[in-house]
């Protein structure tokens, strides 16, 4: 079960580097206009935004990681459940204020994250 929920963080933490790409370095190009429908003017308007929310999710991301890599097993599992309710929170919030879609990429992989690691 360790084994289970340490793969599930990495996961989590795998698609918060995936979204830190996504919002600092391709948020204006194809691939960032696609992913979130925006036109080139919208995108460019919003850059700096775009890579400030980067930014933070790459900080959970190395949050996430820091869990993963700690030796002391009563720490980690504290690091890995706070940053990954970090995760939950962010994700509620993108939710309620963004679109729904967000509760199905971000906060339900951090919350089955979450309850394995709880169980494990």
Same mark, same amino acid.
């Given at each position: ?34 992913? =979130? ?25 190395? +949050? ?12 980690? =599992?504290?690091?890995?459940?706070? =940053? ?6 962010? +994700? ?11 509760? =199905? ?16």
């Amino acid at each position: 079960m360790n084994a289970i929920a340490s793969i599930l963080v990495a996961l989590v933490a795998g698609l918060h580097v995936y979204f830190l790409a996504l919002e600092m370095f391709f948020w204006t190009r194809p691939l960032g206009l696609k992913t =979130f429908r925006n036109t080139p003017e919208k995108a460019a308007d919003s850059a700096v935004l775009a890579a400030n929310q980067g930014l933070y999710n790459g900080f959970l991301a190395a +949050g996430l990681v820091w869990g993963l890599l700690q030796p002391n097993a009563a720490f980690a =599992f504290q690091i890995k459940a706070f =940053f990954l309710g970090c995760v939950v929170v962010a +994700g509620a919030y993108g939710a309620a204020t963004v679109s729904r879609k967000i509760l =199905f990429v971000q906060a339900a992989p951090a919350v089955l994250a979450l309850v394995i690691l709880w169980l494990a």
